[in-house]
C-alpha cells in the first residue's frame, strides 16, 4: 500500500441461512458477527489509513445458488450494535471507551 491509499473496512452484517434449515444456528452466526462488529470498529480506529467502516448488508432476502442470505434486519442486535458503532464514529469515541 502507498502512503497516500485509504482503506475502507467492510464488516459482514449478514448470515448465510443453514441448509438444511436450522434456526438456532443461522442466531449463532448472527451472534457472532455481533461480537465481531466493535473489533472491527477497533480496527477501524487504530490506524489512520481506515478512513470507512461499512456494514455489509447488501446480501439480504435472496438465494444464490440454493444458499439463502439473511441480512440485518433479521438479526435486531446485530443491527443495534452496528448503529451504535456508527454514532461511536460519527462522535469520534472509540469504541469500549
Known amino acids: ?4 491509499q485509504h482503506i475502507f473496512l467492510f464488516a459482514d452484517a449478514f448470515v448465510r441461512a443453514s441448509n438444511p434449515a436450522n434456526p438456532a444456528a443461522d442466531a449463532t452466526e448472527a451472534a457472532r458477527r455481533v461480537d465481531m462488529a466493535p473489533k472491527y470498529a477497533q480496527l477501524a480506529f487504530s490506524d489512520s489509513a481506515i478512513v470507512g467502516l461499512f456494514a455489509f448488508i447488501c446480501q439480504d432476502d435472496y438465494d444464490e445458488f440454493g444458499t439463502r442470505f439473511l441480512g440485518a434486519r433479521h438479526w435486531q ?9 456508527g454514532s461511536l464514529i460519527v462522535s469520534n469515541q472509540m469504541p469500549g471507551k
Request: proline residues 0%; charged residues 45%.
Open 1 to 4: 500500500m502507498r502512503g497516500d
Open 77 to 85: 442486535e446485530l443491527r443495534n450494535r452496528h448503529a451504535e458503532i
